[in-house]
């Protein structure tokens, strides 16, 4: 059991992997953002809050921060980014609130248009190899989908909102590996908020737990531009009057209590994520692995 449980978690450490990677050789990006009179970080923000809402969905400040990207942060640098949207016309804005115009949808339409017509020329390995691959994670992602748990799920609703306009392998299985990247999210989210863990500090709890950081200064370097130093102070200060952590000048350890509780979470993470792996023999985890690390290889850069 815990090979097969090895087995699932090296082929979801491949999953951001590959979406890191799957589209750093379309050049047609460049004329994209020309012709959007956008640079790359509004462009991926106006996405982000596309895939997020709904149309003619409204979104307040607080409902940007507490909605778009990462949840673990106290920075929101990228909120600077609304005005040249709102000034482009991707974005309305009106008494605090902001909602994504029809322009900025087919904007972020277009562009996943696009990227997929490209994913759609790329057969980095053979064609009945990836059909298979994209049949199998587009089942996982429609099963995690389906699953009752977790009971909210707010990161692979995003998936859903994103058009498939090409049916070629490459494109399925780059919205499969998406939406099955957003139901871990979905899942390690339920889990640490069911400990009673709020976003930043469980950052901290895990930068701790997993050995990256063993001092206070480390910990701050850790967290770069995700937190403001006194943000960290204030949750290990925390962490320390919960008894999940001990402090020796600069020195962070954790208690058994804090390490136990991580690990809870981290087991209640798998246990919703993978509850619709079942069905996958320890040979389809095996060809699952090697057949994906196979395309992350071949993919252009």
Known sequence: MADVEERRRSIVSLLPQFLQRRRRGWRGIETFLEQARLERPQLFLLREIVQETDPDEALSLSDLRARLFNPYSTIFQWL??????????YVHHEEGVYTVTASGRALIEELERQAQA?????????????????????????????????????????????????????????????????????????????????????????????????????????????????????????????????????????TAQGREIRNQIEAETDRVYFATWQQLTPDDLIWLHETLQAVIDRLPV
């Open 80 to 89: 600077d980014l609304l005005p040249q949207l709102v000034a482009e016309g």
């Open 118 to 254: 490209y994913l759609a020329t790329l057969t980095p390995i053979p064609e009945t190899d990836l059909t298979r691959l994209a049949d199998l994670l587009s089942e996982l992602a429609a099963r995690s989908w389906a699953s009752p748990e977790p009971g909210v799920k707010p990161h692979q609703a995003r998936a859903q909102r994103v058009a498939l306009t090409s049916d070629a392998p490459l494109p399925r299985l780059d919205l499969a590996i998406y939406a099955l990247w957003t139901a871990r999210d979905d899942a390690h989210m339920a889990a640490w908020q069911g400990a009673g863990f709020e976003g930043p500090a469980l950052d901290l709890l895990t930068r701790l737990w997993s050995g990256e950081a063993a001092t206070l200064p480390d910990l701050i370097a850790r967290i770069g531009q995700a937190q403001h130093p006194r943000d960290v102070e204030h949750g290990v200060t925390d962490l320390e009057a919960h008894g999940y952590l001990q402090r020796d000048d600069d020195a962070l350890t954790l």
